[in-house]
């Protein structure tokens, strides 16, 4: 089973729509949960850490459920600028180790 | 804040010949760096961790001969890709945090083509 696992995609939306992305990781001993998004050839950049109790950044909202090793993000509204790839990121219980990083979900939202 | 740089941002080499790739954290100083390779349509996959003035921690599967990293200081790392082959053709990204870090910057990355 792969470290972190995520819908395989791609997703075509049009301008508006809802859009929900799953994850699921294996190691329960994780500590921190991030959603990175990708742009074609470009390196990945933070769009929100995950927390327990869910949170919402805008149009944004990002849960986490310990018990199933479930994360999820929730585009609402979706923009056309909203289209690239969403990484789900898992670090593991350790200070100072790296980042595991999902394949990624492509989002391609069109007008 | 929290910028990392990486040089070049592309380059284009023939095969056998070693490429340098640089990575420094421009405002910060950065205990450890992680060197990470993605191929089209893969996730970033870990090939070694660099702690400064230490011997780079390789993943497995990583050869550590054929590529060399050097973390001399605190704002610099280096990954040199040693007879280089059309295989290592990939995007070369590297982040860097700080002690007990628990976030990571990265770099813009490098897109190396061996012919």
């Known amino acids: 089973r792969k470290e972190v696992e995520q819908d395989p995609g791609p997703f075509n939306v049009p301008e508006g729509a809802t859009v929900a992305f799953n994850c699921t990781y294996s190691?329960?001993?994780?500590?921190?949960f991030f959603w990175y998004r990708q742009d074609c050839r470009k390196e990945p950049k933070l769009l929100m850490s995950?927390?327990?109790s869910g949170n919402e950044d805008g149009r944004f909202t990002a849960q986490l459920n310990r018990a199933s090793q479930y994360i999820s993000l929730l585009i609402r509204d979706s923009k056309l600028s909203d289209s690239a790839t969403y990484l789900c990121?898992?670090?593991?219980?350790?200070?100072?180790?790296?980042?595991?990083f999902g394949k990624g979900t492509t989002l391609s939202v069109s007008s | 804040g929290a910028v990392v740089s990486q040089h070049p941002s592309w380059v284009i080499c023939k095969s056998g010949t070693s490429v340098k790739i640089e990575c420094r954290s421009l405002?910060?100083?950065?205990?450890?760096m992680f060197w990470y390779r993605q191929f089209p349509k893969q996730s970033l996959m870990l090939m070694a961790t660099?702690?400064?003035?230490?011997?780079?921690?390789?993943e497995q599967g990583v050869e550590k001969d054929k590529f060399l990293i050097n973390h001399a200081s605190l704002t610099l790392s280096t990954l040199t890709v040693t007879s280089a082959h059309p295989e290592d053709s990939s995007f070369y990204i590297c982040?860097?945090?700080?002690?007990?870090?628990?976030?990571?910057?990265f770099g813009p990355g490098t897109r190396l083509t061996v012919t």
């Open positions: 982040s860097a945090g700080t002690g007990g870090f628990h976030e990571q910057y």
């Open positions: 660099s702690n400064e003035g230490s011997k780079a921690t390789y």
């Open positions: 995950v927390y327990s």
């Open positions: 405002d910060f100083q950065a205990t450890t």
């Open positions: 990121v898992v670090k593991p219980n350790q200070a100072g180790t790296a980042l595991i």
């Open positions: 190691n329960s001993a994780s500590q921190s």
